[in-house]
């Protein structure tokens, strides 16, 4: 079993930056990879960024990348989510997510363990 906590959501002005953590306990927790993804209200969820522990490959959406960047601290077994350049249509609730298997994903109903949540709000 593995258990997701994420943590460092908040308000922020446009432009500005936050980094999320998602904290991950589990026995063979180096066998998953790693996603975050967001939701906002009325919309479905949608993939933001994916690494695997093992080799630290990542993959992000094209609504993402060149701002966000995604990283894992194995000892730690943390992953993280810096978000730079932050837009109002960023604003959702970001969720960790992982998947049994060392390759990163995009595809929501690949990953098996989902953390609660963290509210990102970016203002105008």
């Known amino acids: 079993q593995v258990q997701l906590v994420e943590s460092g959501g908040g308000l922020v002005q446009a432009g500005g930056s936050l980094r999320l953590s998602c904290a991950a306990s589990?026995?063979?927790?180096?066998?998953?990879?790693m996603g975050w993804f967001r939701q906002a209200p009325g919309k479905e969820r949608e993939f933001v960024a994916a690494?695997?522990?093992?080799?630290?490959?990542?993959y992000y959406a094209d609504s993402v990348k060149g701002r966000f960047t995604i990283s894992a601290d194995n000892a730690k077994n943390t992953v993280y989510l810096q978000m730079n350049s932050l837009k109002p249509e960023d604003t959702a609730v970001y969720y960790c997510?992982?998947?049994?298997?060392?390759?990163?994903?995009?595809?929501?109903?690949?990953?098996?363990?989902w953390g609660q949540g963290t509210q990102v709000t970016v203002s105008s």
């Open positions: 997510a992982a998947r049994l298997g060392l390759v990163p994903t995009a595809t929501l109903s690949q990953y098996r363990h």
């Open positions: 589990g026995r063979t927790i180096s066998s998953y990879a």
């Open positions: 690494i695997g522990w093992s080799g630290g490959s990542t």
